[in-house]
């Protein structure tokens, strides 16, 4: 995909640039897992419609033990290797090497996501906010297998479409805040044109290589950085290393809403979390079944 042959109509009337930029140093987070985050930290809050993105690695014993969410969607999308899955309701389930759960939280949710291998155990964590009237949805599940995600290739250019379009394939994914989710791989000497909806909020981040993005007169950009695109219509990337590059692209339609988040919990008012911490502590509107519910990755930890 070199030129314009991605973009219909030629070059973008008005590419995105890059407006922020920062790298995501390691952090704790959950027990003794380590977090790389982008979203969610004291320089980036949140990035409307988006809460939080990690990049997390955990190695067995550490992990995410029994905790719980409530207004918001979390994504995962694993790199390698794979993490046990457990909720309240009795769903279950691995999330293995370049698998998806689309998971919404809704009106509350109770889980753990465990090492379910030895080693270490990668992926992304990206969580997204719902609209008010999203908030208190019942909680659902969509779960991509690596295998059946649908995928491009064009010109150097390789996508893997979590969620939304590219190249002419689609998603099945149905993202209750319109979202766009896609993993690019481009090799030495390509050059991405994407669109995306003039509206959305949109980032890249950067697995792996380095690229330039938004100009081609830009400075390479290594792994571990995210880049928060300013307006327009379309994102260029290029790479012109001699090494394989590794993006995700992600764009998002902003709520524009109050937000107000309390650790797992985002409602739009400090009086719904506080009516939120009050459900949860006595097991109430949607945190019933957290009465008598452990995982069995809790239990196994006891002594």
Not at 31 to 49: K, T, W, Y
Not at 170 to 185: A, E, G, N, Q, V
Not at 195 to 210: D, K, T
Not at 222 to 249: D, M, P, Q, V, Y
């Amino acid at each position: 995909m070199h030129g314009s042959e991605s973009c219909s109509g030629g070059a973008f009337e008005e590419p995105r640039m890059v407006v922020r930029k920062f790298l995501a140093r390691p952090q704790h987070e959950g027990a003794g897992a380590v977090v790389r985050r982008s979203i969610g930290r004291f320089e980036l809050r949140h990035f409307d419609p988006f809460l939080v993105l990690d990049e997390f690695s955990v190695t067995a014993p550490a992990g995410f033990p029994d905790h719980p969410h409530r207004g918001f969607e979390t994504v995962t999308y694993m790199l390698q290797g794979a993490v046990t899955h457990e909720d309240f309701e009795g769903h279950k389930g691995t999330i293995g090497p370049g698998d998806l759960q689309w998971m919404t939280a809704g009106r509350g949710i109770v889980h753990s996501e465990m090492p379910a291998a030895q080693g270490t155990q990668k992926g992304l964590q990206l969580w997204i906010n719902l609209s008010s009237k999203h908030k208190m949805i019942e909680p659902r599940y969509q779960e991509i297998l690596s295998k059946d995600i649908a995928e491009a290739t064009e010109g150097g250019i390789k996508v893997r479409v979590i969620a939304g379009e590219a190249l002419g394939i689609k998603s099945p994914i149905y993202t209750r805040t319109p979202t766009m989710y896609l993993d690019f791989t481009l090799k030495s000497g390509a050059h991405l044109q994407q669109p995306i909806p003039v509206s959305w909020n949109a980032f890249v981040y950067v697995l792996e290589g380095e690229g330039v993005f938004g100009s081609s007169k830009s400075q390479p950009v290594t792994a571990h950085h995210i880049l928060l695109l300013g307006s327009g219509n379309g994102l260029e990337a290029w790479n012109k290393s001699s090494k394989l590059l590794r993006f995700i692209l992600v764009g998002g339609e902003p709520l524009g809403e109050p937000l107000v988040q309390f650790g797992p919990f985002v409602m739009n008012t400090q009086e719904e979390i506080d009516q939120t911490v009050d459900d949860f502590e006595n097991f109430t509107n949607g945190f019933e079944k957290a009465r008598h519910w452990r995982s069995g990755a809790a239990i196994g930890l006891e002594f």
